[in-house]
């Protein structure tokens, strides 16, 4: 049995300010026209306990064959033409030299680590400090930790972009999820770049709300507006917060629940997880104004090779 695991997901900021922006702005893309992808870089901050051996069987100071996999994994759930980026392991620190993208930090040296691990709003900031500083201009920093302790059985925290500090913004991850079977780190990547879960407004007893309101015109073209609603995507069906791999008909729509059961941003584990054309949309259109990575995105720089023909640096 698969436990009930969930994503720290932060949504204390002002959402109907947020969305004006992404409604009320004419750009609809972020990403320069191009048909290679944009390379996006992300660094690893592996926030380990003290005395852990690198890449021992169950250390949380993970092997980099661990990470690499899990990269692989996450550039095969993003695929698409409508948001066509490659993440990469930076090849480059901040101050320009050489890395592999992997930076190893002691844990223990943070009060209440070793028996609690990362602990929201509490010892955040000072995990977030330790080691070397990353700007959020350039790369996507995620802090793999112990574990974390919260009210939920949480195994990803992610802020959405522009809603929190620079020095806290970016993904944590437990260390147990790391691998290339699993797709958290695709998930909290997909609140990184402005997706709510497809259950947004919902509760584990109640459907999100899904009423009809202003008629837009689009395309000469008239629709629902159901991008002011539930999780802003036309796309995805809205649901109760469920676990599990149901079947049968979805009794918020009355539909089968194939169309949304494999959904990254759901909380169902059916094997199949995939984003929706929406969903590629939406996070394109946050990427443009919310001016994610821009410097990044701007330079359209090669940061690397594709993970699987990936020449580290050690």
């Not at 004006?20 to 992300?42: A, E, K, V």
């Not at 890449?55 to 990269?71: D, F, H, K, R, W």
């Not at 729509?253 to 199949?272: A, F, H, P, Q, R």
Request: charged share 20%.
């Amino acid at each position: 049995m698969i436990a009930q695991i969930s994503c720290g997901f932060e949504t204390n900021f002002d959402i109907e300010s947020f969305e004006s922006i992404i409604r009320n702005d004419p750009q609809t893309s972020g990403l320069p026209n191009s048909n290679n992808p944009i390379q996006i870089p992300l660094v690893f901050h592996v926030v380990y306990l003290d005395g852990d051996i690198e890449g021992a069987p169950g250390s949380t100071n993970i092997s980099l064959t661990q990470i690499t996999e899990c990269l692989a994994k996450l550039n095969s759930d993003f695929n698409s033409s409508i948001f066509n980026v490659e993440f990469c392991l930076a090849l480059r620190d901040p101050e320009n030299n050489i890395t592999n993208g992997v930076e190893r930090v002691n844990g223990s040296v943070v009060s209440g680590y070793n028996n609690f691990g990362f602990i929201p709003y509490s010892n955040e900031t000072e995990i977030k400090q330790l080691g070397q500083k990353w700007s959020n201009l350039d790369y996507v920093n995620v802090w793999v930790v112990s574990k974390i302790t919260s009210s939920e059985n949480q195994v990803g925290i992610a802020y959405f972009p522009k809603t929190t500090s620079d020095n806290l913004d970016g993904i944590v991850i437990d260390y147990n999820y790391v691998e290339g079977l699993s797709s958290v780190l695709t998930h909290e990547m997909g609140h990184f770049f402005g997706l709510y879960h497809t259950f947004e407004g919902g509760s584990e007893t109640e459907c999100p709300e899904d009423i009809e309101c202003d008629m837009i015109e689009e395309n000469d073209e008239t629709e629902i507006c159901c991008r002011n609603q539930g999780d802003h995507v036309c796309d995805t069906p809205p649901h109760k917060k469920e676990f599990g791999c149901p079947t049968g008909n979805n009794i918020c729509t009355n539909d089968n629940y194939t169309e949304i059961t494999n959904n990254i941003m759901s909380y169902y584990n059916c094997l199949s997880r995939v984003f929706s054309s929406g969903q590629y949309q939406r996070m394109a259109e946050v990427t443009s104004v919310q001016n994610v990575l821009k410097e990044q995105i701007d330079a359209h720089v090669y940061w690397c090779k594709h993970v699987q023909n990936y020449q580290f640096y050690n």
